[in-house]
């Protein structure tokens, strides 16, 4: 079936991108009225407006954000509750909208990638892959191999991040101690490879810069780290019981609210757009439960196969001469919150149009509907679980809203 | 058991400020300065450090920098600093470096400085992003808030106008700059002692 990925406003009309991830079809169909699909205005409006407050509820509305010191960023949830159980919640979009995203328009490509990677920071290495994706008309197979690699590493930083966040949250002072080292370690290693904490110039036109290709064997000791600690941490019921039932996201809701990403596979449906990328083979991780836990499963195991992917790869500076595709393309990359889709129309070598959907834009309306009916204390676990950030969400829909 | 591993893996955690590990910096600031810049941080052939994004487009040598943020008026609170962390619009690395501060490899508070949820209760705002619309009042009331004598020091180059052409100094008034995109948490931590006037030497 098809999944809605992104819907664009483009000239009076809608930009549609369907995406089927079984097989990797995609299909970007122009419409003059919203498909009629559950996510449609969260992927193009500022809120999600199909949340209502029931009839003779005694709730109250509550906003949590922007600058609130829990969410750590600018971005809000409005909440509705009467004390305790969350009877209604959803995100409020629009805070960080920056404008940064007309400034990868009219320039030089290398400019372009430059302004990209400063759109979503922790996601740029999947940013910049999804972009050339789109844009290179015959890939070198060696640069997209390191190009690969470096995603990967990406990943690990952000699950590392997300596995500490959740052991805090559980008070487990000691663990989140552990992951937090574990993820400044990764981007130790990526500032040596890349010359970047997190990667930025790394992924050029044509080609990747690594200044040194022998970093990367660091990792092999925080993978011994990293199983040593999980085995650990699992071992933790408390932490255990905390993750349990906690904002449960069922295989129904995933398929309605198309739901990408660790969200997608915490509850059995395997949306990976590795399964289908040329330059992967890849089989996605999934789990049943839909629970924190189980998304927290699926990144653990996620883990174990970007250590072996990395380690398949030989990371050096790599140069290329590909073509440049111009007209309307689609590039998709999997960030380790979901995946990110870039649909570019260059010009004369130069991009003149585009749309960018960061997963969060879908998956915080996901998180809201696991959330609902949970009682507070679980908010930060739930939010957590899913690891995104409204950088990614707040992302420019390709033209005035 | 977590003691054992604990006590197993010894002191993780930076020298700094007495001294700074080539691990602990990025590899990515221009040791010269460009003829020009795609992102105007040249002006008249002189680098202006604090709006170069780092991104290595420009044909001169890389390396790693230390000292580069500048700090007017340091508060004389020597013994302990709190400070209120905002963010207006960065693009989630600023965010994930000051998160960072609390891990074991940098431990702030073995410096005495302590990040507090609340802007009544700091004496340094710090501020990270170039100012959306949304985020224009919220800082606003956040700087009002907070109680006399106070310090705002600025992280990354966004926040000087570097990508969007916004600056926190257009509304509140700036005390420090701390360069970088993203600045990394031991050049956050230099901003910060130079705030509450220490010695980072």
Not at chain 1, 111 to 123: D, H, P, Q, W, Y
Not at chain 1, 203 to 223: F, S
Not at chain 1, 291 to 298: I, Y
Request: glycine letters at 10%; hydrophobic letters at 40%; aromatic letters at 8%.
């Amino acid at each position: 079936m098809m999944a809605l990925s992104a819907v664009f406003r483009r000239n009076g009309n809608y930009l549609t991108v369907w995406l089927d991830y079984d097989t990797g079809e995609a299909l970007i169909r122009k419409e003059e009225r919203l498909p009629d699909r559950k996510i449609a205005p969260a992927l193009i409006g500022e809120t999600t407006p199909y949340i209502r407050i029931p009839a003779g509820s005694n709730a109250v509305p509550l906003t949590f954000g922007p600058a609130a010191g829990g969410l750590g960023q600018a971005g809000a949830f409005e909440i509705l509750t009467y004390g305790e159980r969350i009877v209604s919640i959803r995100p409020v979009y629009g805070y960080k909208r920056r404008g940064i995203e007309e400034r990868l328009i009219n320039r030089p490509l290398e400019e372009t990638i430059a302004v990209l990677e400063r759109a979503v920071g922790n996601f740029a290495l999947a940013y910049t892959y999804a972009f050339l994706r789109a844009v290179e008309a015959n890939p070198d197979e060696d640069v997209w191999e390191v190009r690969k690699g470096l995603l990967e590493i990406e990943r690990l930083y952000n699950h590392f991040n997300v596995i500490h966040k959740l052991a805090g949250d559980a008070s487990q002072k000691v663990a989140t101690m552990h992951f937090h080292w574990l993820e400044e370690e990764t981007l130790r290693v990526l500032n040596r490879l890349t010359g970047h904490r997190y990667g930025f110039g790394a992924n050029v036109p044509g080609g990747v810069r690594i200044l040194d290709g022998r970093a990367v064997e660091r990792l092999g000791k925080l993978k011994e780290e990293f199983r040593e600690l999980r085995e650990e941490l699992l071992e933790s019921k408390i932490f255990i019981d905390r993750l349990h039932n906690t904002c449960r996201l069922s295989r129904e809701d995933v398929i309605e609210l198309d739901a990408v990403g660790v969200a997608a596979r915490g509850s059995g449906v395997g949306r990976d757009v590795r399964a289908f990328d040329r330059f992967y083979s890849y089989k996605p991780v999934t789990c049943e439960d839909g629970d924190a836990l189980a998304r927290l499963m699926v990144r653990m195991e996620e883990i174990e196969r970007s250590f072996e992917i990395i380690e398949g790869i030989d990371f050096r500076a790599l140069s290329s001469d590909p073509e440049v595709r111009e007209g309307l393309n689609l590039g998709l990359a999997e960030a380790p919150h979901g995946d990110v889709l870039t649909l570019v129309e260059l010009r004369d070598g130069r991009v003149s149009w585009i749309g960018l959907r960061g997963a969060s834009r879908i998956n915080y309306v996901a998180f809201c509907r696991g959330i609902t009916g949970n009682i507070f204390t679980d908010f930060p676990f739930g939010l957590h679980s899913f690891g995104l950030n409204f950088a990614d969400a707040d992302l420019w829909q390709g033209g005035e809203e | 058991m977590w003691i054992i591993r604990g006590l197993r893996k010894g002191v993780l955690t930076s020298e700094y400020p007495k001294r700074v590990s080539e691990e602990e910096l990025p590899f990515s600031f221009p040791l010269e300065a460009p003829a020009e810049c795609p992102f105007g941080a040249v002006e008249d052939g002189r680098l202006d450090y604090r709006k170069c994004i780092n991104c290595r487009l420009c044909n001169v040598p890389f390396g790693q920098k230390t000292g580069l943020s500048e700090v007017k008026n340091p508060l004389p609170f020597r013994k302990s600093l709190h400070v209120f962390f905002l963010d207006v619009g960065t693009c989630h690395a600023c965010n994930r470096e000051v998160a960072l501060l609390h891990s074991p490899n940098y431990d702030v508070h073995r410096l005495k400085i302590f990040f507090t949820p609340t802007p009544k209760h700091a004496d340094v705002l710090l501020v990270a992003g170039c100012p959306t619309d949304g985020m224009i009042p919220v800082l606003k009331e956040a700087y009002e808030l907070m109680p006399e004598p106070k310090r705002v020091l600025v992280l990354g180059a966004c926040a000087n106008g570097a990508l969007c052409g916004r600056k926190v100094e257009d509304f509140v008034p700036v005390d420090g700059y701390v360069p970088g995109c993203p600045p990394s948490p031991v050049q956050i931590i230099e901003g910060l002692l130079k705030v509450a006037g220490r010695d980072v030497e």
